[in-house]
């Protein structure tokens, strides 16, 4: 018996990495929304209340498990107690390091049929994976300087980078698949959130625990609004973001001829969704925000629809049996048409002799996949690809690997 291994198993496999990327991002942006609940709930404490209020400039009695919890101290309070809880920073690390290695697991590793697009640009996958990672370095030093020097022009800052995202996918939509590029959109935006936690929060939070340990008093206003600014960047940025990173489970976007377009257009109305909540939480209740961003949502759906009617085309064109125009009359060719037709793999596939655009699965007419392949992923599986082993006959997987390898980028 021989020993090989099963590299698209062990694909398979490492990208159980999303399990824990998840995990951690709902951890993340959950801890984070929380103290945004927080900072808009806590009150200035009443003298002659139940406790001491000295240096408390903020709090609440914040019911949760039978339980009241919080207070808020502005400085901290003069001697530092031995009991401070860090906040945890190591769930924005876990979910940007696992981020990049499900980049590199599922985008890099097989570059050619997820990241690129010949049909877009010709560039191999070493100088593919090199754009991409370069982008998301230089567009961390790009934000975190423009917005260290627009400090005080928070909305020239804000359209500026608006900009920086709209420039980019666009860049990227005449480089990359459109999948690649919405997962690399998300990336760089996650990106600069990751970094506003360690560049920015975690020496900000080392320095002030310093200080403090000290007895100095050492407020830094410089850096206490740098802090702010980034708060506020990671709260409006977080849903776009979610967007960004679930967008390629959207055939309808990321398969979209414009999905750089759409990809920002999602992105707004989420933006918008923040800002909605974010007001709401002052208090104030905007309608006319979600409105716009419902109006926005709507034009996006009947943007993005299919053009032409017949979307059922590919199934009737099967049947109306024009054999000769694929290999000859094949036998083998014609029926496995029809078992392309009926096992659904146009839903997920592109194949354009089959009329079929599914964009959940990288394009046949892309890969070209030759018949063993076919039959190899058609009776294993593979990713999120079922195996269609007990569904389809041997006989049948030998057509449909026959046809595929045949028709496919013809
Ligand atoms: C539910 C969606 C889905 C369906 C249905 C589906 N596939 Fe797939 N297929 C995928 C995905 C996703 C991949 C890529 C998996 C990976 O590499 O992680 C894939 C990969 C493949 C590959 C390998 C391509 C390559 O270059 O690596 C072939 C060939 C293929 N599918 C053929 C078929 C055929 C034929 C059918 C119908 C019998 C079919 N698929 C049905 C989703 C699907």
Do not use: D, E, G
């Given at each position: 018996m021989t020993f090989a291994i099963n590299w698209d198993y062990l694909r398979d496999v490492l990208g159980l990495l999303r399990w824990l990327h998840v995990f951690a991002a709902i951890i993340w942006i959950g801890l984070t929304a929380f103290f945004w609940f927080m900072e808009s709930h806590l009150k200035t404490p009443i003298p002659g209340g139940p406790e001491p209020t000295d240096g408390v400039s903020g709090e609440t009695y914040y019911l949760h498990g039978g339980i009241f919890y919080f207070r808020r101290y502005k400085g901290g309070p003069d001697h530092l107690p031995a009991n401070v809880t860090w906040h945890p920073q190591w769930y924005a690390y876990g979910t940007w390091v696992t981020g990049f290695l499900l980049l590199c697991i599922v985008?890099?590793?097989?570059a050619n049929t997820y990241l690129l697009d010949p049909s877009v640009a010709d560039i191999s996958p070493v100088l593919g994976v090199t754009i991409c990672v370069a982008l998301l370095a230089f567009s961390w030093l790009f934000y975190d300087r423009l917005s260290r020097w627009l400090i005080e022009r928070e909305r020239l800052l804000v359209s500026l980078l608006f900009i920086y995202i709209v420039a980019v996918s666009y860049g990227l939509s005449h480089l990359l698949s459109s999948r690649g590029v919405v997962i690399e959109v998300g990336a760089v935006i996650g990106t600069w959130m990751a970094g506003n936690v360690l560049f920015v929060w975690e020496p900000l939070h080392r320095m002030f625990f310093a200080a403090k340990s000290e007895h100095r008093i050492a407020l830094d206003e410089g850096l206490m609004a740098i802090s702010w600014q980034r708060a506020k960047h990671n709260a409006y940025l977080a849903p776009p973001v979610l967007f960004a990173m679930l967008g390629v489970h959207f055939s309808f976007v990321s398969g979209s001829r414009h999905a750089w377009l759409a990809l920002i257009g999602f992105m707004i109305v989420g933006g918008l969704l923040r800002y909605f909540y974010i007001w709401r939480n002052r208090s104030r209740v905007i309608v006319a925000i979600p409105a716009v961003a419902g109006a926005l949502l709507i034009a996006l759906v009947i943007w993005l629809a299919p053009s032409t009617a017949p979307a059922p085309a590919p199934a009737t064109a099967l049947t109306a049996g024009d054999a000769g125009t694929t290999g000859g009359g094949d036998a083998a060719v014609t029926a496995g048409r029809a078992v392309f037709a009926k096992a659904g793999c146009g839903s997920c596939h592109t194949l354009t002799a089959a009329g079929a655009a599914g964009t959940a699965g990288p394009s046949l007419d892309q890969a070209k996949p030759s018949a063993a392949l076919v039959s190899d992923r058609v009776t294993q599986g593979v990713g999120t690809m079922p195996s269609f082993s007990g569904k389809l006959s041997a006989a049948e997987i030998k057509e449909v690997a026959t046809y595929v390898s045949t028709v496919a980028g013809k």
């Open positions: 985008y890099f590793w097989k």
